[in-house]
């Protein structure tokens, strides 16, 4: 009986695990890309999904190039999944250009009904975003088993299952998939940064070069991925702050054995590193950015900010304009809406739940912080969840003050309420069966 509850909440998971969860979401998602509603601005991406042939046969100097609204409105490699997708499916752009109104001017596409896109475009479109949103959920069962155990590995895997808001969100052709995939990669790869430099610290000093080498490698593609994130949407770029505060916390509070002098050489190379990654990942996919990467990103950021106020003039009923009306929105979906558990009481055992899930993340944390070596599993745990609070963080805050209330704006802030949820359980589960075998 004493191994049962120990290898339940235990932070080692066979592989076999790993490809048994791994199929049962993609086949839930491939199951829901017929089951999703669809969303005129999947017709957007599917139409201007051109850019996928332009880009991969090297052609930078293509008119899909030049400033217009599409190379204003987002960067472009949502839609370079969404024509990958389609060309497996075997359709080339001339099979999609009835979804231009004026197919010469390259500017107006007929949005409002699913009739100009046929079903099996849909599906194919559709594809590579299933299979960005098993490997996301795949990547957050993963690190929830570092944080708090293979339960909390099994119960939030659940709980995207459960989530309608997901299963409606995630298979779409728009931009939430492959945003979320590049997010939850960085959070691995911040992890296993972390988790490098604590054995660099601790560990015998034949074995401390080879650690931290590892360390600004994950670093390194820490930051690419920060910056596929923001040419996958604008606000994945927000996470970079988080990396960042990751490579300034670490040599300066994490200090083992080694000198100040190591410490401060190893935070200015990842910080370089971290950054000089981040803006290659971010214009690199872009050939519209590369004649200006200053002024046409500025442009992008000044398109954003006119796109939001024409939205709220458009949807009134839809704008967030005081601290209540605020944290009524946010309550509602990120609580109880977008969760399972979508009925009004539903609200109040999530956030519960949540904030037992908050602070099991912040005493791993703090003991962390408090720069002492640790057994290995809570080394594990506590560097998911450093992590996970700065990825968490800022990826959530600065959707939190959209001016527009928008469920599919609040996914990255669920995500990580899901994941606190699914540790709060677990340590609330784990106190119920200590005590129950005592």
């Given at each position: 009986?004493?191994?049962?509850?120990?290898?339940?909440?235990?932070?080692?998971?066979?592989?076999?695990?790993?490809?048994?969860?791994?199929?049962?979401?993609?086949?839930?998602?491939?199951?829901?890309?017929?089951?999703?509603?669809?969303?005129?601005?999947?017709?957007?991406?599917?139409?201007?999904?051109?850019?996928?042939?332009?880009?991969?046969?090297?052609?930078?100097?293509?008119?899909?190039?030049?400033?217009?609204?599409?190379?204003?409105?987002?960067?472009?490699?949502?839609?370079?999944?969404?024509?990958?997708?389609?060309?497996?499916?075997?359709?080339v752009p001339s099979d999609f250009q009835n979804l231009w109104v004026d197919g010469l001017e390259y500017t107006r596409i007929n949005r409002e009904t699913a009739a100009t896109v046929t079903p099996r475009l849909l599906w194919w479109s559709r594809l590579p975003m299933a299979v960005l949103a098993a490997l996301s959920v795949l990547i957050i069962f993963y690190l929830c088993v570092k944080v708090s155990g293979r339960l909390a590995g099994y119960l939030v895997a659940v709980l995207f299952l459960g989530s309608y808001y997901f299963n409606q969100l995630l298979p779409r052709a728009m931009g939430e998939a492959p945003l979320l995939a590049a997010i939850m990669a960085a959070w691995y790869a911040g992890y296993r940064a972390l988790s490098d430099w604590e054995l660099a610290a601790w560990q015998p000093a034949a074995d401390r070069k080879r650690h931290a080498l590892r360390s600004l490698f994950w670093f390194g593609l820490m930051g690419l991925l920060c910056g596929i994130a923001s040419a996958s949407k604008m606000n994945g770029a927000s996470i970079a702050l988080g990396a960042g505060l990751l490579a300034l916390l670490m040599p300066l509070l994490r200090r083992g054995s080694l000198t100040r002098v190591y410490r401060l050489r190893f935070l200015f190379l990842s910080g370089g590193l971290l950054a000089i990654m981040a803006f290659a990942g971010f214009v690199a996919p872009n050939p519209f950015l590369y004649s200006d990467v200053a002024l046409r990103t500025t442009q992008m950021l000044d398109n954003r900010f006119v796109e939001m106020r024409q939205q709220l003039s458009e949807n009134p009923d839809d704008a967030i304009t005081t601290p209540a009306q605020r944290l009524s929105a946010v309550s509602f979906c990120v609580f109880q809406d977008c969760t399972p558990l979508r009925f009004y009481a539903g609200r109040f055992f999530n956030l519960a739940f949540f904030l037992a899930g908050g602070a099991v993340l912040l005493a791993a944390a703090w003991r962390w912080v408090k720069g002492s070596s640790m057994p290995e599993s809570d080394s594990e745990s506590s560097c998911a969840s450093i992590a996970t609070l700065a990825i968490a963080l800022t990826a959530s805050v600065p959707v939190l003050l959209t001016p527009i209330n928008w469920n599919r704006y609040y996914m990255l802030p669920t995500v990580f309420v899901l994941v606190a949820i699914a540790a709060g359980l677990t340590s609330l589960l784990r106190l119920l069966l200590i005590r129950s075998i005592r």
């Open positions: 009986m004493k191994s049962f509850p120990n290898s339940l909440f235990s932070r080692r998971i066979r592989w076999w695990e790993y490809l048994l969860v791994f199929t049962a979401l993609l086949g839930f998602y491939l199951y829901h890309i017929q089951t999703a509603l669809f969303h005129p601005d999947e017709a957007n991406r599917i139409a201007t999904s051109d850019v996928f042939e332009e880009f991969f046969n090297g052609r930078f100097d293509s008119r899909v190039w030049k400033k217009t609204y599409w190379t204003l409105t987002q960067p472009p490699v949502t839609r370079y999944w969404t024509g990958l997708g389609r060309r497996l499916g075997g359709y």
